[in-house]
C-alpha cells in the first residue's frame, strides 16, 4: 500500500487502473482500428466480445479506483 498524505493506494487502486486501462483503450481500439487488444482480446478468442463491453470494464475500473480511495484514520 502506498500513503501519499491522507490517502492510501492499495491493492483495489492498481485493479481499477488496470480494469479502466484494458477497458477504455480495448473500447478505443475496436472503435479506431475495428481491433481489440490487451484482455478483452484473449477474451475475443473465445467467444464474441460485444462493442459496449470495453466501456463497461473502463467504468468499472473508475469505480473500483473511487470506491478504494478513502482517508487514512488514526494517524497524523
Do not use: C, H, Y
Not at 54 to 70: D, F
Amino acid at each position: 500500500m502506498v500513503q501519499v498524505g491522507k490517502w492510501r493506494f492499495g491493492e483495489a487502486v492498481w485493479i481499477g487502473l488496470v480494469l479502466a486501462v484494458q477497458g477504455f483503450g480495448s473500447a478505443l481500439a475496436k472503435g479506431v482500428w475495428d481491433a481489440n487488444w490487451g484482455l478483452l482480446a484473449v477474451a475475443e478468442r473465445w467467444t464474441p466480445v460485444p462493442v459496449w463491453l470495453g466501456v463497461v470494464v473502463g467504468v468499472a475500473g473508475l469505480v473500483v479506483i473511487v470506491l478504494s480511495r478513502r482517508p487514512v484514520r488514526g494517524r497524523s
